[in-house]
């Protein structure tokens, strides 16, 4: 291993330093809490007696498209993706 590069045990001692101090300042490290009420595989299944309801939804947003003003995206959580 180059001399440059930190080992793993150093990168992991630095990231924990890392969040502590985001913890003490009252940061919350991981973000806000989302409520999800679907899956992406339910919403696949139910997806006509869903229609007009409003359903949250949370995932890896995997691609995005843009065409003109309009925009797409392939979003993917535990069950799939869509």
């Known amino acids: 291993m180059p001399p440059t590069e930190p080992n793993l045990s150093e990168l992991k001692k630095v990231r924990l330093e890392k969040l502590k ?3 003490e ?3 919350d490290p991981f ?3 989302f409520e999800r009420n679907a899956k992406a595989q339910q919403i696949k ?3 006509t007696t869903l229609e ?6 949370a995932g890896r947003i995997m691609s ?3 065409h003109g003003k309009a925009g ?3 979003l993917q959580d535990l ?3 869509i």
């Open 64 to 66: 995005k498209r843009r």
């Open 52 to 57: 007009g309801q409003t359903v949250r939804i």
């Open 72 to 74: 797409f995206a392939d």
């Open 45 to 47: 299944d139910n997806f």
């Open 25 to 27: 300042t009252g940061i």
């Open 79 to 81: 069950t799939g993706s």
């Open 31 to 33: 973000g806000g809490r």
């Open 21 to 23: 101090e985001l913890q």
